[in-house]
C-alpha cells in the first residue's frame, strides 16, 4: 500500500506552531519527502534554523521533539513564490486570510491538506477527520470537477472539533445523538505564535472567550458527523453549544461533553462503543495512524493535558469521566483530551494525506 518512489510535499506556513509539527510529523516519513518550505517573506531567503530564531538569539522551535537536523539547514522560502507545479502535495499551515490566497493557488494544480478554515464551509469541500468521516473524501472529486482543478483542498476541522468528534463520532453511529453541551479548556499552542496569547494575559488566568471558535465547532461537528448523499454532505441536525476557554496549558484540549443520545444506552455500552470505534480504519496501518482513536480511563482525575496528551504519539483521544447525564434526555457525560498540534493539526493532516494517497484520491 505504500507509495513509491516517495511524493515530494511542500510545508506552508512551516515556521509556526503547526507547520513546526508537519517537520516532525515528515522526518523519515515513508510516502513523503519534505522538499520546500515556505512561510512569509518576513522568514523567507534564510536556512530553517536561521529562521525561527529571533534576532535576540532565541530559537522559537516550539515542539518536544528536537528540531529535524535533516531540515534544519533547508532554505525557507515565500511560499507566494513556490511553484505549485514542483510538488506532488501539499500541506497548508497557515491563518485562514492568506491560506485562502496560497491554497488557491495551489490547488488547481495538486492536492493542499490544509489546517486552516479557509474552504472548510464550502460545499464541496469535506472536512476529514481520519477514521471519522473518512467516506466523505469522494466529495473531492466534486470539488475538481466543479473547479477544473488537478487538486483539491482538504482541510482538517479545528483543533478542538478534533476531539469532540471522534468521541461523538462512535455514539451517533451507535446511540445516535441529539444534542451536545461542550466546555473547553484549550491550550496556548492552539492560538500560534502571530499573536499568540501573552504570558501576562494568560498567567494566574482564564480567558473565558476565543473568536469564532464557538461557531466553528457547532458548525463543522454537524458537517463532520453527517453523511454523504450523493454529491454533498448532509449535516446532522444536532445542536451544539460550545464554551470555549483558553487556559494555561502549553499543549492539549481538555473538553467537558454532556451528550443526550438518540435512545438510552447503559454506560457499558457507550465505554464499548468508545473503545471500539475505527478499529477497520487503524487496521489500515497507515504509516501516522495510531493503534486506537479512542482510549477510555477509568481513573476519575484522568485525562490530564500533561498526562495524556502524547498518548499514541498524540493521535489517540482520551476519554474519561463517563457517567450518566441527568439533565439531558438519554444524557451521558464524560471529558475528552485530544493534542491540538498533533492529531488536531499536522500528524491529523498527515494521516489524512496518507488516507487519501492509499484510495488513490491524491
Ligand atoms: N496551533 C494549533 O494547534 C492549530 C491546530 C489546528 C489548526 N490550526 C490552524 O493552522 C494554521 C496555522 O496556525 P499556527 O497556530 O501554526 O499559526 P502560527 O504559529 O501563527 O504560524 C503561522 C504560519 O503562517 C505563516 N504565514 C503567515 N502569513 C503568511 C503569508 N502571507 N504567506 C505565507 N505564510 C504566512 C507564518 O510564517 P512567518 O513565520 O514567516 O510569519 C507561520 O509559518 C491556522 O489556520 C490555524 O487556525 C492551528
Known amino acids: 500500500m505504500s507509495s513509491s518512489p516517495r511524493k515530494k510535499v511542500a510545508i506552508l506556513g512551516a515556521t509556526g506552531v503547526a507547520g513546526q509539527q508537519f517537520l516532525v510529523a515528515l522526518e523519515n516519513h ?40 535533516a531540515f534544519a539547514s533547508l532554505p525557507v522560502v515565500d511560499a507566494a513564490t513556490l511553484d505549485p507545479r514542483g510538488f506532488d502535495l501539499v ?27 479557509a474552504f472548510r464551509y464550502e460545499d464541496d469541500v469535506p472536512i476529514l477527520v481520519p477514521g471519522v ?27 478542538t472539533t478534533t476531539g469532540l ?20 479548556m484549550q491550550a496556548l499552542s492552539g492560538a500560534g505564535r502571530s499573536p ?50 483558553r487556559v494555561n496549558v502549553r499543549d492539549g484540549h481538555t473538553e467537558c461533553v454532556s451528550a443526550g443520545l438518540g435512545r438510552p444506552a447503559p454506560l457499558d455500552e457507550v465505554r464499548d462503543a468508545l473503545r ?21 480511563l477509568e481513573d476519575p482525575y484522568r485525562p490530564q493535558p500533561r498526562i495524556d496528551r502524547m498518548t499514541n504519539d498524540g493521535m489517540t483521544a482520551v476519554v474519561g469521566r463517563l457517567r450518566e447525564d441527568p439533565v439531558l434526555p438519554n444524557g451521558v457525560k464524560f471529558v475528552v483530551l485530544s493534542h491540538n498540534t498533533k492529531l488536531g493539526a499536522a500528524k491529523g493532516a498527515t494521516l489524512v494525506a496518507e488516507y487519501l494517497v492509499h484510495r488513490g484520491l491524491a
Not at 518550505?37 to 516550539?62: D, F, M
Not at 495538486?110 to 486552516?116: D, Y
Request: proline share 9%; with cysteine; net charge neutral.
Open 30 to 69: 515513508p510516502w513523503f519527502e519534505l522538499a520546500a518550505l515556505g512561510a512569509s517573506e518576513r522568514s523567507a531567503g534564510k536556512p530553517y534554523r536561521a529562521a525561527i530564531t529571533e534576532a535576540s538569539g532565541q530559537q522559537r522551535w516550539v515542539c518536544e521533539e528536537p528540531l529535524p537536523e
Open 91 to 117: 500541506f497548508s499551515a497557515v491563518e485562514s486570510d492568506a491560506a485562502r490566497k496560497l491554497e488557491e493557488r495551489f490547488a488547481p494544480h495538486v492536492p493542499v491538506i490544509s489546517t486552516s478554515a
Open 133 to 159: 468521516n473518512h467516506e466523505h473524501a469522494p466529495l473531492l472529486k466534486r470539488q475538481q470537477r466543479e473547479r477544473g482543478w488537478k487538486g483539491f483542498v482538504a482541510p482538517i476541522p479545528n483543533c
Open 165 to 184: 468528534v471522534v468521541a461523538l463520532a462512535p455514539l451517533a453511529r451507535r446511540f445516535g445523538l441529539r444534542s451536545v453541551i461542550m466546555t473547553s
Open 196 to 245: 499568540g496569547v501573552h504570558s501576562m494575559d494568560i498567567l494566574d488566568n482564564v480567558i473565558p472567550f476565543i473568536p469564532k471558535e464557538e461557531d466553528k465547532v457547532a458548525r463543522e461537528s454537524a458537517k463532520i458527523l453527517g453523511s454523504l448523499e450523493g454529491d454533498r454532505i448532509l449535516p446532522l441536525a444536532l445542536p451544539v453549544s460550545a464554551h470555549c476557554n
Open 276 to 296: 471500539s470505534f475505527g478499529r477497520d480504519f487503524v487496521d489500515l496501518g497507515l504509516p501516522s495512524s495510531p493503534p486506537e482513536l479512542c482510549r477510555v
